[in-house]
């Protein structure tokens, strides 16, 4: 989200996992486009209104925070793939390049209980490559463990790609803020801001959570589901922590995934 320039600021500080419940945070114990820019969803789009957020579960293993410099500075999750691989998080986290880049899933309280991935691959569509299209602010990233056999997705788990599932779902949203060492989690319902924008009202996600899963249709088990947006589009995510957004998922992101999982030599 963009406070002052961007939700991608790099910063750290210690706290324990929040949960959003309707306004206030709690602390828990830690366990190419389809052709538009958006221009100002509020002004260019009537916004329905939408429930309270409520209170929702801890974060899952499958969402972590993006290292650069020994500091998180973005978010992101593993979605699933052939391979096991895959994380998926906002363009516009990828500013700087992807060199010294790690993603440390299910990070909490200084500890990255499996360990360290480093990036070795990105993904981002053309459109925003070429112009920064809000509609295309998602990306994809290829990870790996040197000396580890089993897969990322098989240690932490993986959300499903979900495409065209329409502006109202009920997600569950989660993000590292970057002045927090562990996790913000809220759930509510998400409703249309712009043609290729969606919305979603949950208090307490500042910089920091850029590229954080929208979670539908998560098994009350795992926590895990249907990634079906990350924090970014109008505004890189939006202009108060209080309102997020996201590019809407459609047949770009899914053309984009298509490409990373036929890639050789993953």
Known sequence: MVINVSRAVLAVSA?????LTGGAAVSTSVA???GLLGG???ASAAVPETPAPTPATAATDAVGALFSGGKHFCSASVVHSPAGDLVLTAAHC???GT???????GYHDGVAPYGSWTVTASAVPAGWTASADQDLDFAFLTVTQPGTAASLESLAGANRLGVDRGFTNRITLTGYPDTADAPVVCANTTT??????QRVE???FPDGTSGGPWVTAADPATGLGTVIGVIGGYEQGGDTPDVSYSAYFDKDIQQLYDSVI?????
């Open 15 to 19: 706290a324990a996992v929040l949960v």
């Open 32 to 34: 190419d486009s389809d």
């Open 40 to 42: 100002d969803p509020v």
């Open 94 to 96: 990828l500013g700087g």
């Open 99 to 105: 060199a010294g880049l790690t993603f440390e899933p």
């Open 192 to 197: 249309r801001s712009d043609t290729y924008q």
């Open 202 to 204: 949950c208090p307490g």
């Open 262 to 266: 036929a890639a050789p030599a993953r």
